[in-house]
């Protein structure tokens, strides 16, 4: 076998097919589009999905499924506010509610890092930011996270 005798197989190598060049070549005038409507014109053309202007099937069917979950929403207390609180042993969401620093029964409570803390507490919350574990624990508190 030599490298002139190497050719592609028939029907691989397909012209394409040229249009609008008059009517001798058999592919003028409408360029083998037919007359006028919506496939004679030009630009993109129909969607996929698209039934000729009527409903869509996708928009006919109803819609189900979907489920929309509330954020969690955080009363926030820092640890220049709980300085105040330092005859408590045990500081919990419920005893801040009860004294009236946080509102709300449904809301969970966060604990934030801005400050200093005077004496070492006990502070049970849903959550803490880093900083204020780390300023809690050096001290010598402790930092509970409840579920």
């Known amino acids: ?13 397909k012209r394409r097919k040229i249009i609008g060049r008059g009517t001798g070549s058999g592919h003028g005038k409408t360029s083998t589009k037919g007359h006028k409507g919506q496939r004679a014109r030009s630009g993109k053309g129909k969607v996929p ?11 006919r069917l109803p819609k189900r ?9 955080f009363n ?14 045990e500081i919990t969401p ?11 029964k449904t809301r969970l409570l966060k604990i934030l890092g801005d400050g200093e803390l005077a004496l070492p507490l006990n502070i049970k919350a849903h959550a803490f930011s880093k900083g204020a574990v780390e300023k809690i624990t050096k001290i010598g508190g402790k930092a509970e996270i409840i579920k």
């Open 76 to 89: 926030i207390i820092n640890l220049n506010q709980l300085n105040e609180l330092q005859e408590a042993p």
């Open 1 to 13: 076998m030599k490298i002139q005798d190497i050719h592609a197989p028939k029907g691989a190598k």
């Open 65 to 73: 499924g979907f489920r929309s979950y509330p954020d969690l929403k």
């Open 94 to 104: 419920e005893h801040l509610r009860s004294i009236g620093m946080i509102k709300g």
């Open 49 to 59: 999905g698209f039934e000729g202007g009527q409903m869509s099937l996708i928009r």
